[in-house]
């Protein structure tokens, strides 16, 4: 299993360390093994089937999804998944409920002597209804529950979860999103050089510090509504000697000047974001950025570029991880999403970029050269050979 | 008397401390999706699989005590606990963990690798031969 490497890391004994173990094993082969196994159980007897009743293939991912419900492969692997998802959650308790105290002392304590980026809180902001009013991930509390005062625990479950949850897949760091395609950015746009980069939804920080990486000189802010995962990620980042700023703000009303960011940046947030809110992103983000600057969102493919199975395969998220605006963001078409709130179309851009962790530096220089082409089976799958799809458009 | 109201002052500030910090709420609101027609299948896979965890977690546990065992003989207090397994040996554990978890689903894969024949037909022919058996027996 991944470990986490800062200085606020969870202290593990052996037994909880081996669950964590047997839990990010237990997704490989889930998500591996039993997906390849879904899809031939798919192949053998379940589109066969809907061949035979309906005299056609299926055309799109809902008619797979009611085609295939009551396979019994689709059962096992959707209860073993629920299941792992769950023991992820419940491996991190122990050892974070044990330690809280103590994790919020090391957090003051970096915030003395590190005295890097900076923390802005609103205790006044609304958290909106899509994070407070449910567990997105299954995961108790979500990204917003608070059990004390100045609370970063959530922050801390979210981290742990993760690397328990990505089995290595998000780089050692969890950042292999913001590395890969900050590096991809830096690569293909070399005369490009962004002052200021706000980072959308952070949550943790994990993807905003590798914009700091990648362009040292640049001011990077990251916002989200949830406190106690902001208060987490100030002190991971001061942990890893980032300076990055965070604050609490709503990404449907950004309050920043028109015309102020070289780089808006989100990554798997949209999918989160209910429809109308996530025209209000959009159009924010075209506010707030300056002439020539970039707006880009790591995302899932949209349904429309994948085939019938794909799309099931990715929105079962959707169905069952409590995940219920991951659908309809992927129905959305991103060009037209974009054109409505006021970028030109000529303008519209679209990456599939290689994962470092997965494929090393050299993939991600090669992929430089090469036109962003939805990889079916492999773009936003978290398995092995994965790839990050991302899509937005120069102001 | 003091030192009994002084200890009654410890007990209320302990009290407010431990009711400024609550415990973290550790089930889902809305609860979990169920897959099979009777839920109580997913329960009992779900103890399955959590029962599996913890032999696993035995697993490992054995595995330290054996390589601490062979090089000193001898166990102190709690370092089982702080054990780190060196690279090479946490690379075989990997491997032989990923094999413990195919090992425990090994039948859902012979179902899926079974020739393709009509579900009604294979559920029957199932059925008979689990039903000729028990006879047998």
């Known amino acids: 299993m991944l470990e986490l490497k800062h200085d606020l890391r969870l202290a593990t004994t052996r037994d909880e360390q081996a669950r964590m173990n047997f839990v990010s094993g237990l997704r490989s082969y889930v998500l591996n093994d039993m997906a390849s196994g879904m899809r031939a159980a798919y192949d053998k007897d379940v589109e066969p089937a809907f061949r035979r009743d309906k005299r056609r293939a299926p055309k799109d991912g809902p008619e797979v999804h009611k085609a295939i419900r009551s396979n019994e492969y689709f059962k096992f692997y959707s209860s073993l998944r629920v299941t792992a998802q769950d023991m992820v959650w419940q491996s991190v308790f122990p050892p974070l409920e044990r330690q809280r105290g103590d994790l919020k002392q090391r957090a003051q304590k970096l915030a003395g002597s590190r005295k890097l980026g900076s923390l802005k809180l609103d205790p006044s902001l609304p958290v909106p209804r899509s994070v407070s009013a449910l567990d997105v991930h299954l995961m108790p509390g979500n990204y917003d529950g608070e059990y004390e005062s100045g609370d970063l625990a959530a922050g801390a479950l979210y981290d742990n979860g993760l690397a328990v949850f990505s089995f290595g897949l998000m780089g050692q760091n969890l950042d292999d999103i913001g590395q890969s395609i900050s590096r991809f950015i830096k690569a293909r746009y070399p005369k490009f050089k962004p002052a200021r980069i706000l980072d959308l939804g952070c949550t943790i920080g994990h993807n905003t510090g590798s914009w700091k990486d990648t362009y040292p000189d640049a001011q990077v802010i990251g916002i989200d509504v949830a406190a106690p995962c902001l208060r987490y990620a100030h002190a991971r980042a001061q942990a890893q000697s980032r300076a990055v700023d965070f604050e609490q703000m709503n990404a449907t009303e950004l309050r920043y000047p028109d015309a102020s960011f070289d780089v808006v940046f989100s990554s798997m947030f949209l999918h989160e974001v209910p429809r109308k809110d996530i025209s209000r992103v959009i159009a924010e983000a075209h506010r707030v950025l300056k002439p020539g600057g970039l707006m880009l969102h790591m995302e899932l493919p949209p349904n429309a570029q994948l085939s019938p199975y794909d799309a099931f395969y990715l929105d079962w998220d959707s169905s069952y991880n409590n995940e219920p605006y991951y659908k309809p963001f992927r129905d959305l078409v991103p060009q037209l999403v974009c054109k409505e709130a006021g970028f030109k179309s000529a303008n519209y851009v679209q990456f599939v970029v290689p994962s470092i962790a997965w494929f090393g530096e050299q993939a991600v220089a090669e992929a430089v050269a090469r036109q962003g082409q939805v990889d079916s089976d492999k773009t936003g799958r978290l398995a092995d050979g994965l790839q990050w799809y991302c899509f937005g458009a120069w102001r | ?137």
Request: proline content about 4%; charged content about 30%.
């Open chain 2, 1 to 137: 008397m003091r030192a009994g109201l002084a200890g009654a002052l410890r007990n209320q500030t302990r009290g407010n401390m431990a009711s400024e910090r609550q415990p973290m709420r550790r089930s889902v609101r809305g609860g979990r999706p169920y897959f099979f027609a009777d839920p109580a299948t997913d329960k009992v896979l779900n103890m399955v699989v959590t029962l599996a965890s913890e032999v696993w977690a035995l697993r490992e546990r054995v595995m330290a005590m054996e390589a601490i065992g062979t090089t000193r003989g001898t166990f102190k207090s709690g370092e089982v606990d702080a054990y780190e397994f060196p690279a090479a040996l946490e690379q075989r554990l990997a491997g032989e963990r990923q094999e413990f978890i195919a090992n425990l689903f090994r039948i859902l894969g012979e179902q899926a690798a079974e020739p393709s024949k009509p579900a009604a037909k294979r559920k029957s022919a199932g059925r008979t031969k689990t039903s000729a058996k028990k006879k047998k027996g």
